[in-house]
Each structure stands twice: as C-alpha cells, then as structure tokens.
C-alpha cells in the first residue's frame, strides 16, 4: 500500500507537470473504486485550470481554478493505485479507470488494479474548512509539521494501554505512520513495539517523534518504499527499501547487534524488531 512517503513523492511529481493545465476532458471508465465515482464530476472540472497538488494525510488535493477556486479532486491511491502523467494516445491499461486530457496533449491516468483507491469532487469548504469532508475531518496532525511534538505524543498516550506500534499507526493520533515507517521509527528510537504507549517516557516521546520524523523525510527524500505496485508519477520504483533496518528482515541479523530480527503480528500487520536494541 503506497504510505505517506509514496504519496508525497507522487504529489511532488505531479506538480512538475500539471499546475497551470487546463482540463479539456475527463473520462470515467469504471466508477467502481472503493466508493463509487461521482460521474458529475466530468462536467464539474471540464475546462479548469489544474493548481497545486496538496497532499493531507495519504490524501492527494488536487484544486481547480476557473476565475476562483471551484473545488478539489480528492484522489487515494489505496493498495495499488498509481497517478501518473502520460503522453495523450499511449494506450490505456487494463486497469486504468479515470483519466484527464490536458491541454498540454498530456494525460492525466489513475490506474488501481485493486480498485481499493477514491475519487472524490470537494467543495473549497470540504477540502480547507469549515466543514471539512467526513474522510478528512477527524484526521490527526502531519508528522512533519510542528502539531506532532514529543509533548503532543506524550500528553495524549498517557492513558493509552494500546502498543505503541499499533497507536503510532493509527489516523486519528498521527496521520501516515504506516506500517513499514513504525517498524523502521522505533527500531531507531529504541522501543520495543509491544510497548504500552502509555509507558513511554517524555524522552522516548523525544526519541520517537523524531525518529518518526527522520524516518519519513529520508523514505520522501529517496522516492519511497519500492512496494510491490508502487510507482511514482513518472513512474519510477522508490528506493528507500534498499535502506530498511528491520521491516522485512525477519531472521536476518539486527544490523546494530548482530541479534535475529524477530517478526510478531501486532493489529493485524506484520511487526519486525530487535529484542536486544528496542526495549
């Protein structure tokens, strides 16, 4: 499933094509993702002017412009969509479900074999406020940003029992934490996953939020995690698996202290750790 890292790295591909296009024509091939397409939005965007592509949480924002603001497309790639900018006539692929004509003679193609991804048509109050979409509403802070502080992280665990590992994952606490980034974060700031959140220190707080924090810059930095349908809008595999600690590393040999990388399912998702590092 393409994280936060991927999801960033496609936005910022995207917005060294399509800003300042006009869209001549969108065709909808297959309504049927993970919520139906709304077919109205076809006419809602013909002829607009494409702005900068935002990104909140796995969410991408993408605004369009006739004199004002008319809305946003609110585009998830769910677990293996792709939105990428290809040459108008390259031909479609089985799987490409929605596209855009530019009028640059480029196209605009989301592609989701899986068809777990959304599109959805905002109005300018549904995507900045005050009456923000239900899918964007009880959204916690971005990691990157001040909101997610080690004191915010600390204040909010302290009556939480639940592992750190499966909070830290969780939406409503931090956006974008998923699950190869939490594995990576706390083998770094050296906390066992299995650990209550609410037994974290203010300095383990420290410790993670910037490890968090360090963690996703670098996957952002390298194009993402090469996932098995990931792509980026070029195209292009990420890179930042080649760079993992411990996801994946079940059995391999901890590359701090030589000790086997154990694996243990935590809600539901695959955890890997380091019993001797992460305490």
């Known amino acids: 499933m393409p994280e936060l890292p991927e999801v960033e790295t496609t936005a910022r591909g995207l917005n060294q094509i399509i800003p300042d296009?006009?869209?001549q024509e969108?065709?909808?091939y297959d309504n049927r993702l993970r919520w139906p397409v709304d077919f109205d939005m076809v006419e809602l965007v013909k002829n607009t002017r494409i702005g900068e592509v935002l990104r909140r949480s796995k969410y991408l924002l993408i605004p369009v412009y006739k004199k004002t603001i008319q809305g946003y497309m609110m585009i998830h790639l769910g677990m293996s969509g792709r939105l990428q900018v290809v040459p108008e006539g390259?031909?479609?692929e089985k799987h490409s479900h929605l596209e855009w004509f530019l009028n640059n003679k480029q196209v605009l193609r989301y592609t989701d074999p899986r068809r777990f991804g959304s599109a959805h048509?905002?109005?300018p109050e549904e995507a900045e406020g005050p009456t923000l979409h239900p899918l964007l509403a009880s959204l916690g802070p971005e990691p990157l940003e001040k909101a997610f502080s080690a004191q915010y992280l600390f204040d909010i665990?302290?009556?939480r029992s639940q592992k750190i590992k499966?909070?830290?994952?969780n939406a409503h606490i931090v956006v974008g934490v998923g699950n190869i980034y939490a594995?990576?974060?706390?083998?770094?700031?050296?906390i066992h996953p299995e650990r209550a959140a609410s037994s974290l220190t203010l300095d383990e707080c420290k410790a993670l939020v910037k490890a968090i924090k360090a963690t996703l810059k670098k996957a952002i930095k390298a194009g993402g995690t090469t996932l098995k349908d990931f792509q980026s809008s070029e195209g292009k595999p990420g890179y930042f698996q080649q760079e993992l600690k411990v996801y994946g590393r079940e059995g391999l040999p901890c590359l701090s202290c030589k000790r086997e990388i154990q694996q243990k399912k935590l809600g539901q998702r695959?955890?890997?750790?380091?019993?001797?590092c992460q305490v």
Not at 166 to 169: D, L
Request: charged share 15%; with cysteine.
């Open 270 to 276: 695959a955890s890997f750790y380091c019993e001797h």
């Open 21 to 23: 296009t006009q869209i």
């Open 183 to 190: 594995s990576e974060s706390l083998f770094t700031a050296g």
């Open 121 to 123: 048509w905002l109005t």
């Open 157 to 159: 665990t302290r009556t």
């Open 166 to 169: 499966v909070f830290i994952m």
């Open 26 to 28: 969108m065709r909808i």
């Open 90 to 92: 390259t031909p479609r």
